[in-house]
């Protein structure tokens, strides 16, 4: 298990230009019809490796967002937005000559699905969110909604200590985001340490610009996403402190044509815990 995790498989790199002339990077793993992957952070989407194998059902497209991975640092750094990076979404799906394309979003990239998808419905096939952001909905999660979920995992051995961390970042007296670390994972082992160092964002400016003044509008996109036309799947992991359960429900709610499955033991990275369930329930869905 952990040499399939933490193996890079092979890809094909292309490059596009976005609306404003910033060079872009994205990869194509595996073959067959299309899906867009847009990573979190935002961070080079490498860190996706194929989805657990999801390459071997569908064409997977993985961009890196501007100023991440491959892709070049914008002139204008404020483009770094999330509405903003709706237009290199965009751009990508002229590039690769799509009239509709299937999206998925992980984590803070489920934020610029859904602000892709309610400003271009109709250029929307399906819809994949895994372990979303709620940012762009404007769904909040508490302090508590997070210990509480903690509380499931007491019997580990790293339990206490990642817990006190936890308590004081959400009392507010704390920042040591590195120690509760193993509440995103299923499984907290030598190879989930290594793939956790290595799923990191490493341009400050770029994670900050992405939720900057003006890049949500919660009530605009609820309205839109409360009409939006395509099949939806939201999908949680059951221990996930990042995006719980509650509120992914709670996310799942806004669509008209929605899906909501929690994967059991699994975290924020439900590809890398189970890649078996991942893999059968998103393919499923996509199919």
């Not at 709620?134 to 339990?159: H, L, M, N, Q």
């Not at 919660?218 to 409360?226: D, K, N, Q, S, V």
């Not at 359960?245 to 439900?270: I, K, N, R, W």
């Amino acid at each position: 298990m952990g040499d399939r995790i933490l193996a890079m498989p092979s890809f094909t790199a292309s490059e596009f230009t976005a609306s404003d002339g910033t060079r872009l990077a994205y990869r194509t793993e595996g073959a067959g019809d299309p899906v867009v992957c847009l990573p979190g952070g935002p961070m080079d989407s490498r860190y996706l490796g194929d989805l657990g194998g999801l390459s071997a059902h569908r064409r997977l497209i993985l961009p890196d967002p501007r100023g991440t991975g491959r892709s070049a640092v914008p002139e204008d750094t404020s483009s770094y937005r999330c509405d903003r990076l709706v237009d290199d979404v965009e751009a990508l799906r002229e590039h690769l000559g799509l009239a509709r394309m299937d999206l998925l979003g992980h984590s803070g990239g489920a934020n610029l699905a859904v602000r892709y998808a309610a400003r271009y419905p109709e250029r929307v096939g399906r819809l994949a969110l895994i372990t979303p952001g709620t940012a762009a909905v404007g769904i909040e999660i508490t302090g508590e909604t997070r210990r509480e979920g903690a509380r499931r995992r007491s019997g580990e051995p790293w339990f206490p200590a990642a817990y006190a961390a936890l308590e004081a970042i959400t009392e507010g007296t704390g920042s040591d985001w590195e120690a509760i670390a193993p509440f995103l994972w299923g499984r907290w082992d030598a190879a989930t340490r290594e793939r956790h160092a290595a799923s990191r964002p490493d341009n400050a400016e770029a994670v900050a610009g992405f939720g900057a003044e003006g890049a949500f509008d919660p009530p605009a996109t609820r309205a839109a996403l409360a009409a939006f036309p395509a099949p939806v799947l939201l999908l949680a992991g059951e221990f996930d402190l990042n995006s719980p359960p509650a509120s992914t429900a709670e996310f799942a709610g806004l669509f008209p044509d929605a899906s909501l499955v929690v994967q059991s033991g699994a975290g924020h990275y439900p590809w890398v815990d189970d890649p078996e369930r991942f893999v059968g329930t998103t393919a499923a869905f996509l199919r």
